[in-house]
């Protein structure tokens, strides 16, 4: 999903898993569609694993009252990226906007995208979303 979203995974951090979107994208501003579509395509995903119960691992009659899911946090903005590493050198993005992104993911809800104000002001108008106010909202 990540080439067929254009996105970029920088890291997985614990259970975090961290994607990027609009890195040189040359002016290209469908970034934050991008990210949300590959999110729900995560969802599904998610969704389609725990509904198959012939699934090798979460089929076991012993997993059948396990809870999956995923925390999905979502914010645009900008950040300094950069290689940090000598002994595996990894790609990585620092700044205030990924620190919002990773705060929302952390206090989300489980099967929800959590999608900041300055994310929904930059989503394509033409692209359907059925978005909700969060309480607490608004601050970025």
Request: hydrophobic letters at 35%; glycine letters at 14%.
């Amino acid at each position: 999903h990540l080439d067929e979203h254009k996105v970029y995974k920088i890291d997985t951090i614990g259970d975090a898993y961290v994607v990027v979107g609009g890195l040189n994208q040359g002016g290209n501003n469908e970034h934050p569609d991008r990210i949300l579509n590959f999110a729900f395509d995560m969802l599904r995903e998610i969704n389609t694993l725990i509904s198959t119960k012939n699934h090798r691992i979460l089929g076991k009659e012993e997993l059948e009252d396990v809870t999956i899911g995923m925390r999905i946090g979502v914010h645009t903005g900008s950040g300094i990226g950069g290689v940090i590493g000598k002994k595996k050198p990894r790609f990585f993005i620092w700044g205030i906007d990924s620190m919002i992104a990773e705060g929302m993911e952390s206090s989300g809800g489980l099967n929800v995208v959590h999608v900041s104000e300055a994310t929904k002001r930059r989503l394509n108008k033409s692209t359907e979303y059925k978005l909700k106010a969060c309480e607490g909202e608004g601050k970025e």
